[in-house]
Every structure is written in structure tokens, then in C-alpha cells.
């Protein structure tokens, strides 16, 4: 694949952000083993870089995927694993499903702050005993009236501990474990950066041997209760959807 000038301008222009506003911080992030998401991301949504391939009513540039690859590239020039890995969960992880199968409303609330930076988002599939196997989660959503009340953990979740939502991947019903599974957006907060969900206790920040700026945690999940129409598609597809946006 060759890169055209328009590949080459984002380039320039992430490294100047990151050679400004990320590279001075990185010692001091990596250290605290956590970096101010809400911050960084709130910078990069103005300067348009966190919806390159997304929708262009939803505040991305609703350009090609090869522009993701070119800021991939580019991410390469910050000096740590952590905050590339954040940045990439926020725009290639927890978005496309949700930009792809998404409601009206929900690609309003979640889609398109995330896009601009106000919102910080995760994806929860992994489970203590369910991480290559994604089809073995237990975390179970039963209905009750108009909602989903959501019971369960998600362990090894990036950017869980400031995140305001997360996209996850929740059993839904019975029957073959392929089938039986659908994606909800879970808002974690009352608001961007508030106060956590009623049911949602984050148990634990996960230390790792490297990658330390990214917060890593393990989030419990107690009778949380979300509006069914939070759920992105239709039910009983969220594992294919997930393999999808993987
Ligand atoms: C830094 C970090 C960030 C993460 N962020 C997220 C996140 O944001 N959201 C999220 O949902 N998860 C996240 N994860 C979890 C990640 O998705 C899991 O670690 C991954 O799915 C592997 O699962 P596991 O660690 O349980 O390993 P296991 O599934 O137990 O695998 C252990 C080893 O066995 C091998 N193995 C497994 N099954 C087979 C098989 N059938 N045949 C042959 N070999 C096999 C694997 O290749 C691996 O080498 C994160 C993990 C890390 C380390």
C-alpha cells in the first residue's frame, strides 16, 4: 500500500501532538501506571483524530481504513506501549460494532462523544475463566420490564478504571454459546469522569510488567441494571459481532 499526501499530513500531525502533548508525560505516566485519558483523548477529538474511519454525522472523517493504519503507524512514535494501546481501544476496539450496528440513540450518546473526546470508552469480553475462549463468559444479562440486569466480571479491561462506558459482551439467553450472546453499552458513570454506575465496582487496577500508562482493571458487575435498547443489534448475534470488531 502506498501513502498519499493526505496519509502523510495525519502522520505529521499526530507526531506533533505526541512529540508535545504525549512524549514529556510518558515517564511520569508510565510511573503512576496510569495516563489522564480523559485529557489526552478530549485533544485528540479536536484535532479529529479519533474517528478517522468513522461516520462523518457522528463527528469522524468517514475516510478509508487505510488512514487507520497510517495513525497506527504514526502511534509507533510514542515512547511507551500503554497510551498507544488506550488510544487504539478507544478508536479500533470498543467503536466499531457500536458505529456499524449501533442504534440512532446509542451512536448519539456513546458514538459520538468518544469520537470527540469527551467520552472514554472500553470493551469488556475477558473473564477470569473466558480469554482466548470468548464463547465460555459467564456474565449473564436477565430481563426484567425494558432493561437488562447485568451480573458478572470482566477481568484484564483496558482503560476500565476512567472508562465511561463500556461495550460488553454479555450472555443473553440460552441455548449454543455462539448464539446465546449479545453486545450492550453499560454506561459506567453518571457522566463523563462521574460517579460510577449503581452495581459497578471497580475491584481491582491489574499491575503488568510493561504497558504500565494503560489502566487495567477488574470490574464487578452487580445487578446492573441498562435499558434493552442499549443493546447494539440484534440479540443473540454479540458473538459474531465481537469476533467482527476484533
Ligand atoms: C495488557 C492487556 C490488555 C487487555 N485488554 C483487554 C480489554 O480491553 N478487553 C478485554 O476483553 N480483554 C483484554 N485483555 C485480555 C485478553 O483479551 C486476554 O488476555 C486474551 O484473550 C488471552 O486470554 P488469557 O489471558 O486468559 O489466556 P488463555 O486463553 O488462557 O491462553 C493462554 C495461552 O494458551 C494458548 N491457547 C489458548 N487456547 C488455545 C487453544 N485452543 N489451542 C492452542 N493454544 C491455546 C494461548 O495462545 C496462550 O498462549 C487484555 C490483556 C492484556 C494482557
Known amino acids: 500500500m502506498q501513502f498519499t499526501h493526505e496519509h502523510r499530513e495525519i502522520q505529521k500531525t ?47 472523517a468517514g475516510l478509508d481504513y487505510s488512514y487507520s493504519l497510517a495513525m497506527a503507524e504514526a502511534l509507533g512514535h510514542i515512547h511507551c506501549g500503554g497510551v498507544p494501546m488506550a488510544i487504539g481501544v478507544q478508536t479500533d476496539m470498543c467503536t466499531p460494532a457500536l458505529a456499524r450496528y449501533g442504534s440512532e440513540e446509542l451512536k448519539r450518546n456513546f458514538l459520538a462523544p468518544a469520537i470527540a473526546g469527551d467520552m472514554v470508552g472500553c470493551i469488556g469480553v475477558s473473564e477470569p475463566a473466558a480469554g482466548s475462549d470468548v464463547s465460555g463468559i459467564k456474565s449473564v444479562a436477565r430481563k426484567d420490564g425494558d432493561d437488562y440486569v447485568i451480573t458478572g466480571q470482566k477481568m484484564w479491561i483496558t482503560n476500565s478504571l476512567q472508562a465511561d462506558w463500556m461495550c460488553m459482551l454479555v450472555n443473553t439467553g440460552e441455548g449454543p454459546v455462539h448464539k446465546n450472546k449479545s453486545l450492550v453499552m453499560v454506561p459506567m458513570r453518571d457522566g ?23 489502566d487495567t482493571g477488574l470490574i464487578y458487575f452487580d445487578e446492573v441494571r441498562v435499558p434493552q435498547r442499549y443493546r447494539i443489534g440484534a440479540e443473540g448475534q454479540g458473538f459474531i459481532y465481537q469476533m467482527q470488531q476484533f
Open 192 to 214: 463523563p469522569g462521574g460517579k460510577l454506575t449503581k452495581g459497578i465496582e471497580v475491584a481491582q487496577k491489574i499491575r503488568k510488567i510493561g504497558m504500565h500508562s494503560s
Open 14 to 60: 499526530l507526531k506533533r501532538f505526541i512529540d508535545e502533548e504525549i512524549n514529556p508525560h510518558v515517564d511520569e505516566w508510565e510511573a503512576a501506571e496510569i495516563f489522564p485519558a480523559h485529557e489526552v483523548f478530549k485533544k485528540m477529538g479536536n484535532l479529529g483524530l479519533l474517528g478517522l474511519c468513522k461516520p462523518e454525522e457522528y463527528g469522524g
